[in-house]
């Protein structure tokens, strides 16, 4: 019945009308696609929950603040002392500045350090709802304005973060894009050794890369869902890598049918009836482990999970329809020159990975026990692991200019102004909330002197040192208990440190609660798969533990190799849903097989052709998706390059020694016992499948199932 399915799909005719219909939605969906960055949000106040204390604070501070203002610091700096006539200058600047497009209040400054040798002024910018995207050039244009002579000028504060941001994402789509295809190409060139076969499984992955990013700006323009420039970034490696994972494993089982039969369309109906239900399951593992992340509180993680979802349902959509359909029309040649003709010899029975598999069998409670004790001593590098956010100046791979000004104010005694913290409380009870505020050592004198609105007054206080540093996080703890106690004011604290330290505890909770849930909905997954108990679990075992060495290592290159310091809050959950919802995609590949040799050849053997069969084009697919997600280490993000990196060497760990070494060890150690409680492989004999017509080849030769 399946087969039939999949036959009429890359049928004669049906083949041109599956070609035509992706052509047309390819064209529609383009103009789309190429809008999806301008319904990006950015802003981290959008990332969080209703129920955070900022946010809240951030309702009640709509009276006196827009949340569409952006204050902005230009920084000025001489060694040896700023000069009469550069102050002079710097002060002339600030009539020109007051009349730049978008400014709104009046320009603060400027303002001198103590030592003579700095000076800050201070402008709020407002350019709507997406003004965030007019900084980079509007601080072009206030560097040029406020030039001095011999004095060193940076743009500081959240202006220009925003506007070093907005650099950072500069191009993002289409460089992660090239560079991704880039890789994959040159692997796919070293796998197929075809040099034309690549282009198919690249253009598939493409079509379902503009047709997913089509379907997200729809849902992002009419239904709200969050989509960022990190979002977007992970949604291109994801789409690519996964796609050219399930392009791998059709293609290699369409080349072992082309040896079978003679007809290719024949050989494609067979092809995809016994691929597609491993890539569908793979695919289907993914999807539901992203959209796990709907539990999420952080509202940036939890658009996350549907953006990826989307992103590997529609690329499923396009593997086993468009990639089929492209296959089937080019015919053979397509993989010159080493054809698979009718009945040439299968050479993955005698290649490496059958190599392999034959050096575990002897042993193979000695392999397995090995193996799981190295990755148990990989994992203790998890103790190194400080994911409890990263400052200002940690959040880069590289030093941007409003880094090097936020530190030059920090080393010459300047508190950046731009960036209070802002208490709301009853405005009766004003007064008692900055007498709160003011027993909080270290901040700058509370004020309170802004007139109440609607029955709500303000207070504000300076933060010294960065904003989104522990030290910051301490005070606004601090400040929180300590105006909480004020009877009657209901006071809440927001600012810019608030809300930095609301995502950090929204985040940790996230990783609290989606962890375990995406554990057990893929174990759900595997065993209705699979149709047992005991194989389900020891494979989760093995991810947990491969997710558990690669976050151990990764921590170490982190700290030891990069000179990071710490990773995102974040950081954990991202990494684990990406490897187990990826990295158990290699053993749904595998143990599919296994469970289809099993059948007549017993568990123990037909582990080891499983291996054999499996194991050049797992290995190629764990290549692929290790390289595009290493692809991210191109984008000055230290939170990305971090993913990036974590995820790669997990993806690597599970296709090299997990699911080829640990896996295969468990398999012929425990033998049919794996199948628990099925009756699939009693005593490790040969089952004889039920009194059924076989399928059979255009010979009428049967065929395994």
């Given at each position: ?42 802003e981290a106040s959008s990332w969080l929950p209703s129920s955070a204390e900022s946010t809240r604070a951030l309702e009640k501070l709509a009276p006196f603040q827009d949340q569409n203002d952006i204050p902005t610091v230009v920084v000025y700096e001489r060694v040896g002392g700023l000069t009469a006539d550069d102050l002079a200058a710097i002060k002339s600047h600030v009539a ?610």
């Amino acid at each position: 019945m399946h087969r039939q399915i999949a036959g009429k799909l890359t049928g004669p005719v049906t083949k041109w009308i599956v070609l035509a219909a992706w052509i047309v939605i390819m064209v529609v969906s383009s103009g789309f696609a190429s809008k999806l960055t301008d319904v990006q949000n950015n802003e981290a106040s959008s990332w969080l929950p209703s129920s955070a204390e900022s946010t809240r604070a951030l309702e009640k501070l709509a009276p006196f603040q827009d949340q569409n203002d952006i204050p902005t610091v230009v920084v000025y700096e001489r060694v040896g002392g700023l000069t009469a006539d550069d102050l002079a200058a710097i002060k002339s600047h600030v009539a020109e500045i007051q009349d730049m497009k978008g400014v709104v209040g009046q320009v603060q400054g400027p303002i001198p350090s103590e030592d003579g040798e700095v000076a800050q002024t201070i402008v709020t910018y407002n350019f709507g709802q997406n003004g965030w995207n007019d900084l980079p050039a509007t601080a072009d244009k206030l560097r040029d304005i406020a030039a001095v002579d011999g004095v060193t000028l940076h743009i500081a504060g959240p202006g220009g973060q925003a506007a070093d941001s907005a650099e950072a994402f500069a191009g993002i789509d289409g460089t992660l894009l090239f560079a991704t295809l880039g890789v994959v190409i040159l692997i796919l060139l070293f796998t197929y050794r075809s040099p034309v076969l690549w282009i198919l499984p690249i253009l598939s992955a493409v079509f379902a890369l503009f047709t997913s990013e089509a379907v997200i700006y729809f849902l992002a323009k009419n239904f709200d869902l969050t989509v960022n420039g990190q979002s977007q970034g992970i949604l291109t490696v994801l789409v690519v890598g996964a796609g050219t994972d399930y392009a791998l494993l059709l293609v290699a089982r369409y080349r072992e049918e082309l040896r079978r039969h003679e007809d290719r369309h024949e050989a494609m109906a067979f092809a995809l009836h016994r691929a597609a239900p491993a890539i569908l399951a793979s695919a289907g593992t993914v999807v539901v482990g992203m959209l796990c992340l709907l539990l999420a509180d952080m509202n940036s993680t939890a658009g996350l999970g549907p953006v990826n979802a989307i992103g590997v349902a529609v690329t499923l959509l396009v593997m086993v329809t468009l990639l089929p359909a492209l296959l089937v029309i080019c015919g053979r040649w397509i993989f010159w020159p080493a054809r698979p003709s009718m009945g040439s010899p299968e050479p993955t029975s005698s290649g490496l990975w059958a190599k392999v598999g034959r050096r575990i069998a002897p042993r193979p409670r000695t392999v397995w026990v090995g193996t799981a004790v190295v990755l148990m001593i990989a994992c203790l590098g998890l103790f190194k692991l400080d994911a409890h956010g990263l400052s200002t100046e940690d959040q880069y791979t590289k030093e941007f200019d409003s880094i090097k000004g936020q530190q030059v104010l920090m080393a010459h005694g300047l508190v950046d102004s731009s960036s209070p913290l802002m208490i709301v409380a009853n405005a009766d009870k004003v007064e008692d909330v900055a007498a709160a505020v003011a027993t909080v050592d270290g901040l700058g004198a509370p004020d309170s002197s802004v007139p109440p609105v609607d029955g709500v007054g303000l207070v504000t206080a300076t933060v010294p040192g960065d904003v989104a540093a522990q030290a910051a996080f301490d005070k606004v703890d601090e400040v929180r208990a300590a105006v909480h106690d004020v009877a009657g004011a209901d006071a809440l604290v927001g600012g810019t440190s608030a809300l930095y330290l609301d995502i950090e505890k929204a985040s940790s909770r996230d990783n609290l609660v989606i962890i375990p849930v995406v554990l057990v909905v893929v174990m759900l997954i595997l065993m209705l798969l699979l149709r047992a108990v005991l194989s389900p679990l020891l494979l989760m075992l093995t991810v947990v533990l491969s997710f558990g060495a690669a976050l151990g290592i990764s921590t170490l290159l982190f700290e030891y190799v990069f000179g990071f310091n710490g990773a995102d809050a974040s950081f954990p959950l991202f990494v684990f849903v990406f490897l187990v919802a990826l990295g158990i995609d290699y053993n749904i590949f595998l143990m599919t097989r296994v469970r289809e040799e099993t059948v007549t050849r017993g568990t123990r053997e037909g582990s080891l052709v499983a291996l054999s069969a499996t194991g050049g084009v797992i290995t190629s697919a764990g290549l692929v998706l290790a390289a595009t997600f290493a692809v991210l280490g191109s984008i000055p993000l230290v939170f990305l390059a971090e993913m990036g990196t974590a995820v790669a060497l997990g993806v690597i760990l599970d296709t090299m020694i997990v699911r080829s070494v640990l896996v295969t060890a468990l398999n012929l150690d425990l033998g049919g016992r794996i199948w628990w409680p099925s009756q699939l492989d009693r005593g490790d004999h040969v089952v004889v499948p039920p009194a059924t017509t076989p399928e059979t080849d255009h010979t009428g030769t049967p065929v395994s199932v």
